[in-house]
């Protein structure tokens, strides 16, 4: 089957790191025609780097040829950027946040629907290795009935002028909407659906300009299976001082993961698996090999959806999802309540 054709809006930050690098120029079933930035050095830079057309604009890519654009920009460009690549009858794959509150998430799907294109969303560590495996191992019932489940993400993101990830009406939020999105969207991978969150957030470290972003924040889940459920997220914790990990204890045992949630595809994963409720074994720690590399597992299951005309394995679902949860986090965080989140249609 032909390689889709793949062009990258917004070609610095996340996408010149990782997802091209990583995920778009190894995949066996993408190639990489176009890139887009607006910065005028990287746009250069990576149009020799790759050896591809790069270009200023939206408009000027969408004139290549194409199968999909990757939008790897800040979030407040998404809308209008999915919605002209859904015109042009272009496939998007759109980076997380999807959008800055529900409402926008929820025009950008209707977009692409009516449009006949598929949006998938770029939650890239539901693909990690050790995360498959942990998902295999709770859909066996290893641990039994889960009791509790524990996530986190953290990093240093210091105060910088200007910088859109700092700014609540560019970036939708602080902490919570950049790295807990990953944390939610994990656990309802692997759990099932969040019916209830109590968030608590901070400004502790970091003083950011707009007083609305939080560098810290901590939330309790409750999910409708009724397992308990805690994630945390930090912009104001060292890389080297993070666990990023999950960790699952039920009735039989546990499952912990570490360094898992970030933007590397290696880490550590521990088991201890018991025969009967109230037993396990010692827990046993190994370490986790980068393969595949999620950015191209990514990649490559995006690739084959549209080939195959299957829904995209991480929907636009899952991006109003998130957006959902996120508005449900910074109303309990507002109110000191306990808030409901609203079910996703079936």
Not at 31 to 43: F, G, K, P, Q, S
């Amino acid at each position: 089957m032909k390689s889709l054709r793949w062009g990258v809006i917004g070609a610095g930050g996340i996408a010149r790191r990782r997802t091209v690098p990583e995920g778009i120029l190894p995949a066996k079933n993408a190639r990489l025609v176009a890139v887009m930035d607006r910065n005028a050095h990287t746009r250069a830079a990576l149009g020799q780097l790759y050896g591809v057309p790069a270009v200023a604009t939206v408009e000027q890519l969408l004139e290549v040829p194409l199968d999909v654009v990757y939008v790897a920009t800040p979030t407040f460009q998404h809308e209008p950027q999915v919605r002209a690549a859904a015109a042009a009858g272009v496939h998007v794959l759109c980076e997380k946040p999807l959008a800055l509150d529900v409402e926008q998430a929820e025009r950008m799907t209707a977009a692409c629907r009516s449009a006949g294109v598929k949006l998938g969303v770029g939650y890239m560590m539901r693909f990690h290795p050790a995360h498959q495996q942990v998902w295999k191992w709770l859909e066996a019932d290893r641990i039994s009935t889960p009791i509790v489940a524990r996530a986190q993400l953290a990093c240093w993101h210091p105060a910088a002028k200007g910088h859109w990830r700092q700014v609540r009406a560019l970036g939708g939020g602080g902490s919570l909407a950049d790295l807990a999105l990953h944390c939610f969207d994990l656990l309802e991978f692997l759990l099932g659906p969040i019916s209830h969150v109590t968030a608590l957030t901070g400004s502790r470290v970091q003083r950011y300009e707009d007083h609305a972003v939080e560098d810290c924040a901590v939330v309790a889940v409750r999910f409708e299976s009724d397992v308990l459920g805690m994630v945390e997220s930090y912009f104001n914790v060292p890389d080297a001082a993070a666990w990023n990990g999950l960790e699952f204890t039920g009735t039989h045992g546990g499952i912990r993961t570490a360094h898992t949630i970030g933007q590397q595809s290696g880490g550590l994963l521990q088991t201890s698996f018991g025969r009967a409720a109230g037993r396990a074994s010692e827990w046993k720690t190994r370490s986790f090999e980068p393969k595949p590399n999620m950015y191209q597992a990514q990649i490559e299951a995006f690739s084959r959806c549209i080939q195959r005309d299957t829904e995209p394995p991480v929907s636009a679902v899952a991006g109003v999802r998130g957006m959902k949860i996120l508005a449900a986090c910074y109303e309990s965080a507002s109110t000191g309540r306990t808030v409901a989140v609203p079910a996703s249609p079936q």
